[in-house]
């Protein structure tokens, strides 16, 4: 290579960078990808961990080899990567696709549904998420509702007191109260089987209760019932009375029945409920689509009349009142609509209404609350519907809702006098030596008044000496955006990347306060600063390989002008004094030089 009294090794930097751009991350991804088409995963994976060495926050790698992953049924690993991906950009849906994917290849079906569905919120229409989301979550509901099922028969109450196994359980009210919330709402049964009673009486209902273990083979006193069993015999409820305490099935018969007369409709079951006739349903059914057709034309008062008409002749149904608080709605009566849409899914609970439908009332009640801006009130409803059927939109509602709330709340807490109060006492805590205290001042200050950049920049002075770098260097670049041209805040995220051992960042940061003003005594110690940590200890060979690592230096090896000078700085000393003349050429070159890519002696 050509070297001067500059010694300028050109030739010899642009080979280093030239081999060291060969096998780039956009390289080895493009490889990557070509293995995993081709079916060979481990390839690709090996490809995928290489590309991430020399480029580590970007998310799309972490997505690629965890879909590596999970193609060798790697899931753990494929997990880890896609939370990665998901932690470095979680404004990505496909991230929650491979989160998804991971967590369903580890039979972790609830958590890969919240997954998918955190994804849809971000991205509704992503038919990777949607196919995922209904696979995973099919799963789940089978499992629930198939165990849950056999308690909702309607001779379930009756085998439960008859059975020896299970027949001293009944005289448990608070053991009779568990089985009927399962029968009212199915996904209980989850939250109870810890409880053993809970799982003989399963066994029971399954037509295997002579297997399981008598009453009398646990310890009594954990179930709350008597030992003595002639005492729980006496306190036994009859299976009339336990029937009548279930919300939903209907009443189990004790014994065959004779044939019976008609009886006048409508008349009460054993469980208090109404029994509908056919034909009081089918005129119910009538009615709903007269007012229905009254709705579609706007004819509010005539669609009120045929769903109240309706409720008349069927009670039970809440579809009936879901449409009357519809019409509500659009009457722009909401307290109405919302009080019918509750009673709706109360209802539904009590008729063995869809989880889907109740969910329905719910949602319709927080759309209710939400025209009043009343947030928090829409907020306790749209939960409720989520705990009867996690919609993407429900979840997105209430992910808008609570994101609104916090959002009024801060700005009511706003308040510029008392922030400059607090920022005093910051000040003093500071100056007094007490970084903890002065943090949390300086944290209230920016509470009162977000848009303050020179509090950001004292919350950064803090965050460094309590050594949160990345902390400090987050509030400065804050106030960066606050007040660019805040000097403080570059010199202080210099610091802070000093801290972090970046330094060819903070070389940036200083030279940026320097282009602020060109004389102050802090930047110009922080560039010497780093100047002594980055090659601290190095030899000129160690210092080089180091340098090709730096974004920086790639980027100044690889610009044509640059490559240019340093070429007539190696055959015209007058040309390299013009150039030094240039502020932004000499940064570059003492890049080099300190980087022992460019030395200054003569060869």
């Known amino acids: 290579s050509t070297q001067s009294t500059w010694g300028v090794s050109v030739g010899e930097g642009a080979r280093a960078f030239a081999q060291h751009k060969m096998a780039s991350a956009d390289e080895l991804k493009d490889q990557g990808n070509k293995a995993f088409a081709a079916g060979k995963f481990k390839e ?41 991906c998901v932690s470095i950009k979680p404004e990505w849906a496909k991230g929650y696709s491979r ?21 849809l919120a971000l991205e509704p229409e992503n038919k990777a998420l949607k196919d995922g989301l209904e696979s995973v979550k099919s799963k789940v509901e089978d499992g629930v509702n198939s165990m849950a099922s056999i308690f909702a028969a ?41 409880d053993q009673r809970i799982l003989q009486a399963m066994l029971v209902l399954m037509g295997m209760g002579a297997k399981v273990m008598t009453p009398d083979q646990f310890n ?10 002639e005492e729980m ?46 034909e009081a349903k089918a005129k119910a059914a009538a009615e709903k689509e007269a007012g229905t057709a009254a709705y579609k034309k706007r004819e509010f008062d005539d669609a009120l009349k045929h769903y ?21 709605y659009e009457l722009k009566e909401f307290d109405k609509c919302i009080d019918v849409a509750v009673q709706a899914a109360q209802l539904g609970q009590d008729n063995q209404a869809s989880f889907e439908t109740i969910a329905k009332a719910y949602a319709r009640a927080s759309k209710a609350a939400l025209a009043k801006d009343d947030l928090e009130d829409s907020l306790k409803h749209i939960k409720k519907a989520l705990t009867n059927h996690r919609l993407a939109e429900y979840v997105a509602t209430e992910r808008a809702l609570e994101k609104e709330i916090a959002e009024r709340k801060r700005k009511a807490y ?23 205290a002065a943090l949390a001042e300086y944290t209230e200050a920016l509470k009162r008044n977000p848009d303050d950049a020179k509090v950001y920049g004292n919350r950064a002075a803090c965050y460094i000496k309590l050594a949160a770098f990345p902390l400090a260097i987050q509030d400065c670049e804050t106030a960066i955006k606050l007040e660019p041209g805040f000097i403080k805040a570059y010199i202080r995220k210099g610091n802070g990347l000093v801290g972090m051992k970046k330094f060819s960042e903070a070389q940036s940061a200083f030279n940026r306060a320097l282009e602020i003003d060109a004389n102050n005594s802090e930047a110009h110690e922080g560039l010497a600063k780093c100047r002594d940590m980055m090659y601290k200890d190095m030899s000129t060979d160690e210092r080089r390989e180091a340098a090709m690592k730096d974004p920086e230096v790639q980027q100044i090896l690889s610009d044509p002008v640059m490559n240019t000078i340093l070429q007539q700085m190696t055959q015209d000393p007058k040309a390299a004094r013009d150039h030094l003349k240039n502020p932004e050429i000499m940064r570059k070159l003492q890049k080099l030089i300190n980087a022992g890519i460019v030395s200054t002696g003569s060869a």
Request: net charge negative.
């Open 233 to 278: 015999e006496a306190d036994r409820p009859t299976a009339a009375a336990a029937a009548a305490a279930a919300p939903k099935p209907e009443a189990a018969k004790a014994e065959p029945a004779k044939a019976a007369e008609p009886e006048p409709e409508p008349m009460e079951t054993d469980d208090g409920r109404p029994k509908i006739s056919k």
């Open 308 to 328: 109240t008409a309706a409720v008349e002749l069927d009670p039970t149904d809440m579809v009936f009142h879901l449409n009357i608080s519809a019409v509500y």
């Open 220 to 229: 009594a006193k954990d179930f709350n019932v008597e030992e003595d069993e």
């Open 99 to 119: 989160l998804g994917a991971a967590l369903h290849g580890m039979n972790k079906m609830r958590e890969a549904r919240d997954a998918y569905e955190k994804g």
């Open 44 to 84: 690709a994976v090996d490809l995928f961990t290489e590309a991430i060495s020399l480029d580590s926050g970007n998310h799309v790698l972490f997505s690629n080899r965890s879909a590596a992953y999970a193609s060798l049924k790697s899931y753990p690993a494929a997990l880890t990567d896609a939370e990665k």
């Open 414 to 436: 706003l308040d510029p006098e008392q922030a400059v109060v607090h920022k005093n006492k910051g000040n003093d805590l500071f100056k007094a030596g007490d970084f903890p």
């Open 154 to 194: 309607p001779d379930a109450i009756e085998k439960l007191m008859k059975d020896k196994s299970t027949a001293a359980y009944m005289a448990d009210p608070s053991f009779v109260a568990k089985i009927n919330a399962i029968r009212a709402n199915p996904g209980a049964v989850q939250g109870l089987m810890s």
